[in-house]
């Protein structure tokens, strides 16, 4: 696929002090202490705006993590996602000073309930106008089960069997319950809504029992965009189905190419065309006026990230406590009940399993899971052509080191570069998130499994 095309670049962000590149909050010129205030999402959020982004996403996760040593010690410590602040609750003043802007949040289907969340989301698409999307995670820490009232996490494909009837419920309550002319808006009659258009669900399954209807009224989209990553089959097989944006990783462009291509057909046994999907790969990118100057800005990042600090973000994600191995052991690439795209990356995606002692060293060089460009701003716009050109990715999540003047730097000195070359074309007009990204309506559109859901109900008094 060519790279000469509009890409798509995202904001990656976490409500904490400290994330992705561990430590990395320790720089001096940081200004992560800020994320309790809400000026600073204000400020970011009308920054991203004016510079284009398409949207602000936020990871999210429910515990702390506790596997590396067995104790949850280095994650306080080092402020290893922790503390994190609800990413929902700041989104709405960030909505109030922005026009284009998306903003996509995590939250997951193991411990949300699909009313209250439809409910939530319907809410915040009306205030967007249309500019949300959603991120569906199953969630993996033990810590977050126990914070639920379980006593260990749901095995992994009862997570998925779970997701999957959340989703259809999601669906049922934002797209067939309420028929799109039930509004009226009356007040001679003194009728809001055709009560014979708005319907209950009675939806009975395994894991959920709704009977509907849903308390929102239909919002511009409906159905927020949905995001998604995985990288096991029963992950890759989900996203098939239901993901619109997808999150692909790696740290060879041409593997990552083998992915991509990879999902893009596993979309189409389901019944969907390839480009039904948007597929975006982390970067991260360390600018200066020459390329001495990054080197030397690259040194001062590595200095300020924590050894202990990233061990324990991988270890709470991927399940390995590194720890407990020499630098001349391996990890097993064997199904686990952790987040199996973690440990992937070092284990199964490659051609022979990475050492303990590469992957620590890997996890303390800057990006821990994907590229760093270093240099100055034509060499990182280069960079950035050359990953989509040989990967196929429509986009990026752009990861931050320094906050907030990577993003800053990037939408300064790169974005400019990318727009020269036509791989960079901010918005024209106001428009939801998915007109945004495929240019196609509003709306969810067949074979989407949530449009199945409309006009599937009747009248139920």
């Known amino acids: 696929m060519s790279a000469s095309r509009p890409l798509i670049f995202n904001a990656f962000e976490m409500n904490g002090v400290g994330y992705y590149a561990q430590g990395s909050w320790t720089h001096p010129d940081s200004q992560r202490h800020r994320y309790k205030d809400l000026d600073y999402w204000v400020e970011r959020a009308r920054f991203l705006d004016r510079a284009g982004f398409t949207a602000l996403f936020f990871a999210d996760v429910l515990g702390v993590y506790d596997v590396y040593r067995q104790s949850p010690v280095p994650a306080i410590e080092g402020a290893v996602d922790f503390p994190l602040n609800d990413p929902f609750m700041v989104i709405p003043a960030m909505l109030a000073v922005t026009q284009n802007l998306a903003f996509a949040v995590t939250a997951s289907t193991t411990y949300e309930h699909p009313f209250t969340f439809a409910r939530r989301f319907g809410t915040l698409d009306h205030l967007a106008?249309?500019?949300?999307?959603?991120?569906?995670?199953?969630?993996?820490?033990p810590n977050a089960a126990r914070n639920y009232g379980l006593p260990d996490q749901l095995p992994h494909e009862v997570r998925y069997a779970r997701a999957e009837e959340f989703l259809t419920v999601f669906y049922k309550l934002l797209e067939g319950s309420w028929e799109d002319d039930a509004v009226l808006y009356d007040k001679a009659a003194k009728r809001y809504a055709d009560a014979d258009k708005v319907h209950r669900i009675n939806h009975q399954g395994e894991y959920f029992s709704?009977?509907?209807?849903?308390?929102?009224?239909?919002?511009?989209?409906?159905?927020?965009?949905?995001?998604?990553?995985?990288?096991?089959?029963?992950?890759?097989?989900?996203?098939?189905?239901h993901a619109e944006v997808v999150f692909v990783n790696g740290m060879n462009p041409d593997a990552l190419r083998i992915?991509?291509?990879k999902l893009r057909a596993a979309a189409v046994a389901a019944g969907r065309a390839a480009d039904s999907i948007k597929v975006l790969t982390d970067l991260s990118v360390v600018i200066g006026r020459s390329q001495a100057e990054a080197e030397k800005k690259a040194d001062a990042i590595r200095a300020a990230q924590s050894p202990e600090a990233q061990y324990a973000a991988f270890g709470g994600a991927s399940g390995f406590d590194l720890s407990r191995y020499g630098d001349d052991d391996t990890l097993s690439a064997e199904p686990h009940n952790f987040s199996r795209s973690e440990s992937a990356r070092f284990t199964s995606e490659k051609a022979r399993p990475d050492s303990v002692g590469a992957i620590r060293q890997r996890l303390v060089n800057l990006s821990p899971y994907a590229p760093t460009l270093v240099g100055t701003p034509e060499s990182i716009a280069g960079g950035i052509e050359n990953i989509a050109r040989i990967t196929g990715v429509d986009g990026?999540?752009?990861?931050?080191?320094?906050?907030?003047?990577?993003?800053?730097?990037?939408?300064?000195?790169?974005?400019?570069?990318?727009?020269?070359?036509?791989?960079?074309?901010p918005p024209e007009k106001e428009s939801s998130l998915r007109n945004r990204l495929f240019g196609k309506g509003d709306r969810l559109s067949v074979p989407h499994p949530a449009a199945d859901f409309r006009g599937r109900f009747t009248a139920q008094k």
């Open 129 to 141: 106008k249309g500019r949300i999307g959603w991120n569906v995670v199953t969630s993996y820490l």
């Open 210 to 241: 709704v009977q509907g209807p849903s308390l929102t009224e239909p919002s511009v989209q409906r159905t927020p965009v949905i995001f998604q990553a995985g990288a096991s089959a029963r992950g890759l097989a989900f996203a098939a189905r």
């Open 259 to 261: 992915n991509v291509d």
């Open 396 to 425: 990026f999540n752009l990861h931050e080191f320094v906050s907030p003047h990577d993003f800053t730097e990037f939408a300064e000195q790169v974005l400019p570069v990318l727009t020269e070359r036509g791989l960079f074309l």
